[in-house]
């Protein structure tokens, strides 16, 4: 069985500051994929970034990072900059990577605030 | 491409009607799913189909039923609704064979059961 924990249920950062989510898991899989959604108040979810677990680097997507750190599994989504836009719920997610899987498990989400 | 597309966006029903939420994809993805969102508990997993003629169940199946037909389409069935099914329904698709690791989810069903 797979777990998310997302521990953060709601931050306030001020605008332009970098914000980081937490996120750890817990599972058995030998090699899996970690996620990132976003969900703004208009409802629909929106991916943001993806690590696998064998990759030997950190993901990055434009202003998004993911610090992921496999002893200690987890899965922090890292914002630079964050703008007025970034404010909505942000979900980690994770799969068991072999064939034909995609079932995710999702964490709680965090709800992120920027302040102007 | 319109993506993933998900009829009605709202809907409300009286305890024990049946109802049948529409999830159509265009981007020929062999694999579709189905999700529910409640406050304070994320997404979770309710069926998913592999390909057509071939569905399975996830995390909270029980009420619900599903079918694929066609690649395009997967339908989420309630049989009897119930109060606890008001929720957020999304639907989901991906081509696992296809090398890309987004899942690409439709704009929600929100389902309110009195």
């Known amino acids: 069985a797979q777990k998310i924990t997302q521990t953060q249920p709601g931050m306030f950062v001020q605008e332009k500051e970098a914000v980081t989510l937490d996120c750890t898991y817990d599972?058995?899989?030998?090699?899996?994929?970690l996620f990132w959604y976003k969900q703004p108040s208009s409802g629909e979810m929106i991916f943001l970034i993806y690590q696998g677990s064998y990759d030997q680097q950190n993901a990055t997507e434009g202003r998004y990072s993911l610090n992921f750190q496999k002893a200690r599994k987890s899965a922090n989504l890292v914002i630079s900059a964050s703008q007025l836009g970034d404010s909505a719920m942000y979900f980690c997610?994770?799969?068991?990577?072999?064939?034909?899987?995609?079932?995710?498990?999702f964490g709680t989400g965090t709800r992120l605030t920027i302040i102007p | 491409n319109a993506g993933v597309t998900q009829t009605p966006k709202f809907q409300v029903l009286k305890t024990g009607q049946s109802m049948t939420l529409q999830c159509a994809q265009d981007?020929?993805?062999?694999?579709m799913s189905w999700y529910r969102q409640d406050p304070g508990m994320g997404l979770r997993l309710i069926h998913y189909?592999?390909?057509?003629?071939?569905?399975d169940q996830g995390e909270v199946p029980n009420g619900y039923n599903v079918s694929r037909s066609t690649t395009e389409d997967f339908p989420l069935r309630l049989l009897s609704a119930a109060p606890s099914q008001t929720s957020v329904y999304f639907c989901?698709?991906?081509?696992?064979?296809?090398?890309?690791?987004?899942?690409?989810f439709g704009p929600g069903t929100r389902l309110t059961v009195l």
């Open positions: 989901a698709s991906s081509n696992p064979a296809g090398g890309l690791n987004e899942q690409f």
């Open positions: 981007m020929n993805h062999e694999y």
């Open positions: 599972t058995s899989d030998p090699s899996y994929g």
């Open positions: 997610a994770m799969r068991a990577i072999n064939f034909g899987n995609e079932k995710l498990t």
């Open positions: 189909s592999v390909g057509a003629g071939i569905t």
